[in-house]
Nanobody, 122 residues
Framework: QLQLVESGGGLVQSGGSLRLSCAAS????????IGWFRQAPGKERERVSC????????NYAEFVKGRFTISRDNAKKMVYLQMNSLKPEDTAVYYC???????????????WGQGTQVTVSS
């Protein structure tokens, strides 16, 4: 069964840190770039970060550069998003997604996880 399962969300104070995890199963993980996306209430979903299938140079949205770090472990079929210096505007549901034939997640994702809530209090 194909699955992407996020974990690690929660409530944290402004300036704090969280580490999100995305566990993949049921598909050839090595073939896919994995992206983290987020959606805040009343806003459109936006791409936060992406890492290519080989774990090459990742990319980040401007609003998280220098604060978030994406990584992946193909042997474990895991992708992580280390989030530091969190701000209240980072509050959103965070999703991981698998994207084929794209190293920067610019194509529409093929698979989505169910999301994990991140809430940053001021």
């Amino acid at each position: 069964q194909l699955q992407l399962v996020e974990s690690g969300g929660g409530l944290v104070q402004s300036g704090g840190s969280l580490r999100l995890s995305c566990a993949a199963s049921g598909f050839t993980f090595d073939y896919y770039a994995i992206g983290w996306f987020r959606q805040a209430p009343g806003k459109e979903r936006e791409r936060v970060s992406c890492i290519s299938s080989s774990g090459g140079i990742p990319n980040y949205a401007e609003f998280v550069k220098g604060r978030f770090t994406i990584s992946r472990d193909n042997a474990k079929k895991m992708v992580y998003l280390q989030m530091n210096s969190l701000k209240p505007e980072d509050t959103a549901v965070y999703y991981c997604a698998a994207v084929r034939f794209s190293s920067d997640c610019s194509r529409r994702p093929d698979y989505w996880g169910q999301g994990t809530q991140v809430t940053v209090s001021s």
